[in-house]
């Protein structure tokens, strides 16, 4: 009795290791513009995805220079995840759009997509974070600029 209680206490103890959160390293690369803010959101669940109701994390961060920005998104726990970003340039809190609904503000999704008419899906900017994956990388990018890839 005594060593099935010393192995479910060492099982749990691996479990809680396992599930304690730890930052993700974000890296928001191609920020042509100083002024504004970059928006954040981070989904775990295809349903949700570009939800803002229902991001497991939210941030806004001004931007005071262009280039890259760095950020460490605290407490997330290893699992599945995707990213959505975009440079609020005038910050008015939203993604700007022309009549068409095409972004006039530079925008980026984990994984890099190549979207151009519509917005990815969850499953093209799903990534695992684990230990062997503890950063991503983003690109920002202008709508106009896509074909030019």
Known sequence: MLRLAVIFSFLFVI???YAQSTPLHLSVQNI??????VLISVYDREEYFMDEAHQVYGVVIPVQEKGTLQIDIPDLVFGRYAIAVFHDENNNGSLDKNFLGIPKEPYAFSNNPRVKWSP???SETVFDFSPAQPAVQVKLQYWKNMNKQ
């Open 15 to 17: 479990g809680q290791t």
């Open 120 to 122: 990815p899906g969850f």
């Open 32 to 37: 042509t513009l100083s002024g504004g803010s």
